[in-house]
């Protein structure tokens, strides 16, 4: 069968219930690549390169990958004191500003299958670990419009998020700024 092949590849994962089909990490990873390497990637840069003079800090731009946030673009200050995260880093669904913006644009339905099989790791004293915590901020992030990491994921990191606006309706990037604490 064809779904067995697509699946074998990579390209479709079978959900939990075996039922349904969801994108599979090939497919995922397939994406990111054209995100990383499209004709838009020059335009998006010298916004983030624009941004990052204005605010003084590292910004970058992300996308949803499966249950983890991946940065497709990053502009670093030049300030002596910041984070370095390279275009291709990872980070968690739950403790990332992106990450709960992310999370925030989901019924719950879509985010507790998602938050179903990802662990809710501690990374600092600060880690939201709880799914009724993560509920509230989300409360607070559609009110307010943007989300904010505070010493979630790294030490004495904070993050500012929000989405970039899409025609669709529903994006699946973020930009987002960083500084320390």
Do not use: W
């Amino acid at each position: 069968r064809s779904s067995d092949l697509l699946e074998g590849s990579g390209l479709l994962e079978r959900s939990v219930d075996g039922r349904h089909y969801g994108t599979g990490i090939r497919l995922r990873k397939l994406a990111e690549n054209l995100l990383f390497n499209d004709i838009f990637h020059g335009a998006r840069h010298a916004v983030l390169q624009h941004l990052v003079a204005e605010v003084g800090e590292s910004c970058n731009l992300t996308a949803l990958s499966g249950s983890e946030v991946v940065y497709l673009d990053r502009v670093e200050t030049a300030a002596p004191l910041r984070f370095y995260l390279h275009s291709g880093s990872r980070v968690p669904v739950h403790c990332s500003a992106s990450g709960k913006v992310f999370l925030s644009q989901m019924t719950p339905a879509q985010r507790q299958r998602l938050l179903a099989h990802t662990p809710l790791e501690v990374y600092t004293p600060k880690t939201l670990t709880h799914i009724d915590q993560l509920e509230q901020e989300i409360k607070q992030i559609k009110r307010q419009g943007f989300a904010l990491d505070k010493e979630e994921f790294l030490p004495g990191l904070l993050c500012v998020a929000m989405l970039v606006p899409c025609a669709s309706g529903r994006s699946n990037l973020c930009i987002a700024a960083q500084a320390p604490i």
